[in-house]
Structure formats: C-alpha cells, structure tokens
C-alpha cells in the first residue's frame, strides 16, 4: 500500500517532469510559429517565458529545480558555446581582415570601460558594481546572435565578425566579470592583493584554455583515425564538451566556458570532415537549449525587477544600446577599409543573452553579501538590456540588412550548379525574367565564358569551403544542380538544403529514372520537371529549340492559353516581382508571372518528326 509520503512525493515529481515537458514543448512550438510567421524566435521566447513566470505564476524554475537550475543553465549554455566554436573557422577570421581582431579587443576594453564609467554616472552604482555590469555586458551573447544570423541571413563579412565577436567575446567577458568580481570582493574582505587575485584567474585561464586545445587535437585525431563509429561519434562528442567543461569549471568559475570555446575552435580547424555532421548535430541541440533558456531566464524576471528599471536605470540601458555600441564599433574599425553600410550594421547589432543573464544573478547576492548594496540593481539592468536588445535588434536585422543592402532578399537568387551551354541560356532568360543568377564550374572554360557573357559566376567546388566565403549566399534562395553527373547533383543538394531547406533545392531528374533504384539513391533535392528533366532530355531539347523563351502571362493570356499554343514546351521557372520558383503540375503560373520556358519551333518539330521544316 503506497503512503502518503511516498504519494506526495510522486505527485511533487509530476509536476516537475509536467513542467519540464511543458517548457520543451512550448520552445519548439515557439521555434516552429517563428519560423512559420518569419519572426525572431526569441522575441516570442521571452515573452512565453515572461507569461509563464512573473504574470501567470506558472512557472517558477528556482522551485522547480532548485540547487540544481545554476549548474543546468551552465551546462547549457556550455553546450551552446561549443556548438559556436565549431563555426570559427580560422580562414574566415582571415578573411574577415584585421577589423575582427580590432572589434573583440574593442568589446573587452572600450565597451568594458564605457559601460562602467556610464553606470557610475547615470545609476550612481558604485564603481565596484559599475565594473562588474560593465564586464557582463562585453558579452554579445551567441545565444542571441546565432539564431538572428541565421533568419536574417545578411552578408557573410558582417555575419562572420558578428558571429566571431559574439562567440569569443561571451567567455571572455564572462571571465572579466570573474576578475572584475573577485577584485571587487577582495578590496571589500581585505584579503589579498589585486595582482595575486589577477594573476591566479589568469593563470586559471590559460589552464583552461589549454584543457580546451588539447581536448580538441586529440578528438580530433581520433575522429580521423576512425575511431568512433558514426553512431558513436556525435555521442563521444557531447560526453567530450561536458568533461572538458567540467574540468575547466574546477580550476575557477567561468573557466569551463573558454575551455569548450577553445575545444570548439580547434576541433573546427583540424580538417576532417566529419566535424560538418557533428556541427548539425550539435546545432539542433544548440536551438533546444536556447528555446528552453529564454523561457526559464525570463520566468525568473520579477515585477519588482522590472519596477527597478524606471528612471536612471532605463536611461542607462538606453545609453548602452546607442551610445557604448556605437563607440566600440567607430574605435574598433577607425581608419579600416570596412564599408560604411557594413560598419552601421554591425555597430546597431550587439545583443546580449544567457551567459550575461547567469553571470548577472551569480554574482549579485555575492556583491550585496560583500556590502555592495547597489549590486541589487545588475540583474534589472542586466535583464533590461537583453530584452531591449533582442526586441530592437532582432526586430530591425532584416530590415536595416535590405535597406543597407546586406540582407537576403528571399525567392530573388539561384544558383545554378553547372555552367554549360544550356544552363547559361537558360540563366539569360533568367535574368530577362527578372531573378538574380549565379553560375557555378569547376571548369575554367565554362566559368570564363559566364563571366564574358556578363553573369555572376564563381570558379570552384560548390561544395569547398571556399565556396562559402565567395558565393553571395545571402541573395540565394534556391540552388539547381544541374551539371552532367546525378550524383554530384545529389550532393549539391543535400549540402545546401541543410540551409535553404529541403523543398528549396531542385536537381535535374537522374537517367535512370525518379523511380528506379539508381535514381532513388541519388534523389536528394526536388526534381519538378519528371522525365523531362534529364540533363541529356534538357540539353537535347535546347539544341533542337536553340531558345529560352520569357513570356509574360496576363488575364487574357493564361497558361492553358501558353500550353494550347505550345503544347511541347518545357515550361521551368516563373518569376514574380523578381521572386523566382520552378513549376511543376502542383503549381501552375498565374497572371502577371514571366514564365520561362524552351520553346518549340517549326525547325525543332521537324527535326523531331524527321519531316523539312
């Protein structure tokens, strides 16, 4: 017979797991009607966190959890940070020029002292509080970042020193603030030196970040060796970020975080190439754990955190968001040769998140503990910027992107993957029609002759990745493989419907047919045209047309007024105010579409028919 503890306790443990599941839950319901509605997700995070807790009441994760809510959120955010370091690859920091380096270095000292000598003048907190919110806010969070630059899509200079600067500088400022703190408290107690404080964290972090380097060359190595089979490979790889966190948390606060950071970073640029697979992987945990974060941080926000906010607070958060960004940004790129749009964008564009969230309500009971009583104020402040900076910057990315023409431009641009006679016919009409074409070979010939013609084209490997620094991938929404080999096609398509999406990426049907056990292998985008669409079926109705044609369709020239004229013609595309899709039998052009279509010709029909035209 079960007793009433034992039926008490059951009940205090549904609830948690109901809880649980219910946060879960509602973040990938969130994430799906974010990506369904093109909104920031995390605008609608925060507020499904915000409902739940201070409004509704549901919601309490320091009663659900406990003791254990700080380690979770750590490990979190670990994994996040990991996730992160796998995107830093050294050829794009490179590539992004001396600038990356100035901006992260900007963050650290310039953003670090702005922010301090603004709280001290604006709140009034003192200077020991003022140093500590000024060191958490070096922080641009890539909890926030990473998912705004993949639903703004803007250009790849911009993203990569965003990204790099948000990924590097989160550890960083988050072991300032340790720094900064432990000065702080150590001026307070009268124990110990600044310098034997300084140079103990120091040399704690340069533990930790060697923890991190070597944990990645041997995982490395291991990897490409073969080590792991592919089933155990993702699963080594997240047993691998907590060790490695945990070891790094052992030697001081905040060290598990540069150590996974640095795990990260080597591990991305030991070349092999199964890391992209794993990368995948961790990416979708990565939206999981911020889905769950944004929820659980700000149902911890109190109205009583919120009323904080009102007067020299708010002036403050304000000053942070238009003055210190902006400043770090004039001073990290001052004399560079970064274009102006892209310096605008990057200085509006700072958001902070859940490292600056977590290090905010660590260190506050500690600074009030230690006499600080004006520490009461950083988790308000704290929390006031991220949500500021995640409404106005997660709102604004997209917009001021196009406007400063930087940003995606959805349904306008295609590459196509092979650059033969036909294809670039078929881009010309293309471009007639109205859509932004690109052209991709890796014969030099080809490439040579698009560029003569006047296209945008790049010479190389699709694949390589060199292609992703070249290609303007913020101004491409579909990609048609079309080159002579079915299973590169395949390839092509499965690379890049990893960020355009499945039912963006079309590849010429293979020859041995959609339903053949050859073509099923190597079907991996959409192939809308059916039998119709081989390349040798293409290529060959190309050279008996010799033509694409672009034709306009209205309310007296329909398409079954197109098709009854021209019953033979290959119809392909359709573009609408510059937004281009293939047509197949399950979307038929309207009017006001261009249509763009191989045309049959008196001269074709009788080469068809074997009769003189």
Not at 124 to 129: E, F, I, N, R, V
Not at 378 to 389: E, K, M, N, Q, S
Not at 497 to 506: E, I, K, M, Q
Not at 587 to 601: D, F, I, N
């Amino acid at each position: 017979m079960t007793s009433f503890s034992e039926g008490s306790s059951h009940d205090s443990a549904l609830h948690v797991v109901t809880l649980v599941a219910l946060v879960i839950g509602l973040g990938i319901a969130v994430q799906w009607i974010a990506s369904r509605a093109r909104l920031p997700a995390l605008i609608l995070l925060l507020a499904c966190g915000f409902t739940l807790g201070p409004v509704l009441g549901v919601l309490d994760p320091d009663a659900m959890l406990g003791e254990l809510l700080q380690p979770v959120i750590s490990v979190a955010v670990a994994i996040v940070l990991f996730e992160g370091g796998l995107t830093l690859r050294v050829e794009e920091a490179r590539r992004a020029g001396p600038v990356l380096g100035r901006l992260i270095a900007s963050g650290l000292v310039v953003g670090f002292a702005a922010v301090t000598a603004l709280g001290a003048a604006i709140a009034g907190l003192s200077l020991p509080t003022a140093a500590v919110l000024g060191a958490i806010l070096v922080v641009t969070g890539p909890t926030v970042i990473l998912p705004m630059l993949r639903q703004a899509r803007i250009s790849m200079r911009p993203a990569t020193l965003l990204k790099w600067e948000g990924i590097v500088n989160d550890p960083l400022g988050a072991l300032l603030a340790v720094v900064v703190f432990q000065i702080a408290v150590a001026d307070a107690t009268a124990s110990g030196g600044t310098l034997e404080v300084l140079g103990g964290l120091l040399l704690r972090a340069a533990g930790a970040g060697a923890i991190g380097a070597v944990a990645g060359i041997l995982l490395g190595r291991a990897l490409g060796a073969d080590l792991f089979t592919e089933t155990l490979r993702s699963p080594a790889m997240l047993a691998a970020v907590l060790l490695v966190y945990a070891a790094g948390e052992n030697l001081g606060p905040e060290n598990g975080l540069l150590a996974v950071t640095v795990f990260g970073v080597v591990l991305a640029n030991t070349g092999d190439a199964s890391i992209e697979d794993i990368q995948h992987f961790k990416e979708q945990i990565s939206v999981l754990l911020v889905s769950v974060l944004f929820i659980v941080l700000s149902a911890r926000i109190s109205l009583d955190d919120m009323g904080a906010l009102l007067g020299a607070p708010a002036i403050l958060v304000a000053a942070v968001i238009f003055v210190v960004r902006p400043l770090v940004v004039a001073v990290a790129t001052w004399r560079s040769k970064l274009p102006r749009g892209e310096r605008l964008l990057v200085g509006w564009i700072a958001p902070r998140g859940v490292v600056a969230a977590a290090v905010a309500s660590a260190f506050e009971l500690q600074l009030v503990a230690a006499g600080h009583d004006d520490a009461r104020l950083l988790v308000p402040i704290v929390f006031g910027v991220i949500v500021a900076t995640v409404l106005l910057h997660g709102l604004t990315i997209t917009a001021m992107a196009h406007r400063l023409d930087l940003g995606a431009r959805p349904g306008t641009g295609i590459l196509i993957v092979g650059a033969s006679n036909w294809t670039l016919a078929l881009a010309d009409a293309l471009t007639r029609a109205g859509a932004f074409v690109v052209l991709a070979d890796a014969r030099y010939h080809r490439v040579s002759r698009a560029r003569r013609e006047g296209f945008v084209s790049y010479y190389g490997d699709v694949l390589s990745e060199e292609a992703g620094y070249e290609l303007p991938l913020e101004r491409l929404s579909w990609v048609l493989a079309a080159t002579d080999d079915d299973s590169y096609n395949a390839l092509v398509c499965l690379d890049f419907a990893r960020d355009l999406g499945r039912s963006a990426v079309l590849q010429l049907t293979p020859e041995g047919g959609e339903r053949g056990k050859e073509g099923e292998h190597r079907t991996v985008g959409r192939t809308p045209w059916g039998d119709g669409g081989t390349y040798r079926a293409l290529a060959s109705a190309y050279w008996l047309r010799e033509q694409f044609k672009v034709t306009r369709l209205t309310e007296q020239f329909t398409h079954d007024e197109l098709r009854q004229r021209n019953p033979a013609a290959v119809l392909l595309f359709k573009v609408v105010d510059e937004r281009i899709a293939p047509i197949d039998a399950e979307s038929p052009p309207a009017a006001g579409a261009h249509v763009v279509y191989l045309e049959e010709t008196p001269h074709s029909r009788a080469l068809e028919t074997g009769q003189p035209g």
